[in-house]
């Protein structure tokens, strides 16, 4: 019983320390180069967990439809089959994104977006209609 608690309690604690976090620049920036690079690698498998789950939810006449639209969707905004780059390339983008103090506040979900954008070269344009909605100026 003890061991069951102990477990629970240790349960408790980690869930909320993990909540008291607030994701954006100024916790990248503490963060070290191997920290950042895991969870840069950790947020694409995220993503393509996320695909698979969801994939398993449809059935099989809607799969090749999702399927369709998730590849368009990550060919657009992470330019696969377009460029090919590395997950240390993404990590230097988003050390690049926040070395700028007005994008310290974003989250890093948002700023993993942005990079993805530049490294697809998107237009301006729509990097910056993209920040000003992050930043909440819009």
Do not use: C
Not at 5 to 17: D, E, P, R, V
Not at 27 to 35: C, H, I, R, S, V
Not at 109 to 121: I, K, P, Q, S, Y
């Amino acid at each position: 019983m003890k061991i069951k608690m102990f477990f629970f309690l240790g349960l408790i604690s980690i869930s909320l320390s993990f909540g008291q976090n607030k994701y954006d620049g100024y916790w990248w920036n503490n963060l070290n180069d191997d920290e950042k690079l895991f969870l840069v690698i950790g947020m694409f498998q995220g993503m393509e967990l996320g695909n698979f789950v969801t994939f398993l939810k449809y059935n099989k006449d809607d799969r090749e439809k999702y399927d369709n639209i998730y590849n368009a969707a990550k060919e657009k905004y992470f330019g696969v089959g377009k460029i090919d780059y590395s997950n240390q390339q993404v990590v230097d983008g988003i050390d690049k994104f926040y070395s700028d103090y007005k994008h310290r506040n974003i989250n890093i979900r948002n700023a993993l977006f942005v990079v993805g954008l530049e490294l697809t070269d998107a237009p301006q344009k729509d990097i910056d209609m993209v920040l000003k909605i992050f930043r909440g100026t819009q």
